[in-house]
């Protein structure tokens, strides 16, 4: 998963545009990239989410997992060999990190619906970017956030599983240390190395849950078949979407786009799932989304002010 803070965390450092170039010119094409990232992210989540009667919510994470660990070694091809025992600590972290990330995920929707479970764990990202600013004006994304929150349960979360709930909070709070991990990583392994690793080193870690509730079922053909298309919609496909957008659009923009993902993940519940919200679980998403735009354009302001301040 990408998430808005991953790109405001390096919106200082984006290459600038040439003075007078056409900004539609150059923004466009990467933007329809993004979009269509954040599209098979969602609806690959959807398909899992098909998959579970078939293989269970472990089960699916594991060929995620698996699959886009052995598409990635093969395609990177790390080397194991040259790296620091901080190096090693740091992929192993985000390794597992990344692995409970997804399990926690798919445990949320296998019991609320997709839309609501994207925006719940989009907090955890969103409580990460309002304290990295530390500015006063969070308090009030903070609050919209916490609003949109209280109308998604309707008051006391009656309308939603309690553990889809506890679940899909517990993976946003994973993410906000993907985040972190990741940055970590990518500061020590080059180019996608790193994450290849730290992929395998997640799958490893997850495939004693996957077969204590699958078992035989992981080896079914269809079912490992479905598993790849998972891994491939929601790994392979919008990491390599993103890394070619990142080429020329520029890090804030790409954060906010990364905002979109509860709307993205409703449509494709609804198309998919047939999970259709109420006009109450709309606004609340809408508000999150809100409050996500708004914290990312924060933290791109600062960071603009802190450049401007040392130049």
């Keep these: 998963m990408t998430t808005p803070d991953t790109a405001t965390a390096h919106a200082t450092t984006a290459p ?152 899909a909070l517990a993976a946003g709070a994973m993410w906000a240390s993907y985040i972190v991990f990741s940055a970590r990583t990518g500061r020590r392994f080059p180019q996608a190395d790193g994450l290849a690793l730290a992929m395998a080193i997640g799958a490893l870690a997850f495939l004693p849950l996957g077969i204590a509730e699958s078992g035989t079922k992981l080896l079914d053909p269809v079912t490992v078949g479905l598993g790849a298309a998972v891994a491939l919609m929601s790994s392979v496909l919008p990491y390599t979407l993103e890394l070619l957008a990142l080429r020329t659009l520029p890090s804030a923009a790409f954060a906010i786009l990364m905002s979109l993902e509860p709307a993205l993940a409703a449509l494709a519940g609804f198309l998919i799932l047939d999970q259709a919200l109420s006009a109450v679980q709309a606004l609340a998403i809408a508000l999150v989304i809100a409050a996500s735009m708004g914290a990312v354009r924060t933290q791109v302001g600062r960071g603009k002010a802190a450049t401007s301040s040392v130049d």
Excluded: K
């Design 16 to 167: 600038a545009t040439a003075v007078g170039a056409p900004r539609r010119r150059t923004t466009l094409g990467p933007v329809g990239l993004v979009l269509a990232g954040g599209v098979s992210v969602q609806f690959g989540a959807a398909l899992a989410v098909l998959l579970m009667p078939r293989a269970g919510a472990l089960g699916v994470v594991t060929l995620r997992l698996v699959a886009a660990a052995v598409v990635l070694l093969l395609v990177c091809r790390p080397r194991l060999r040259g790296h620091s025992r901080a190096d090693w600590g740091t992929v192993v972290a985000f390794g597992l990190t990344m692995a409970a990330m997804n399990g926690l995920f798919y445990q949320a929707v296998d019991r609320i619906p997709l839309g609501p479970a994207v925006t719940l764990e989009v907090l955890g990202p969103l409580a990460l970017s309002v304290l990295a600013s530390r500015r006063a004006v969070n308090a009030v994304w903070a609050g919209l956030a916490l609003a949109g929150v209280f109308l998604l349960g309707g008051g006391d979360f009656g309308d939603l599983d309690p553990w889809g709930v506890v679940f």
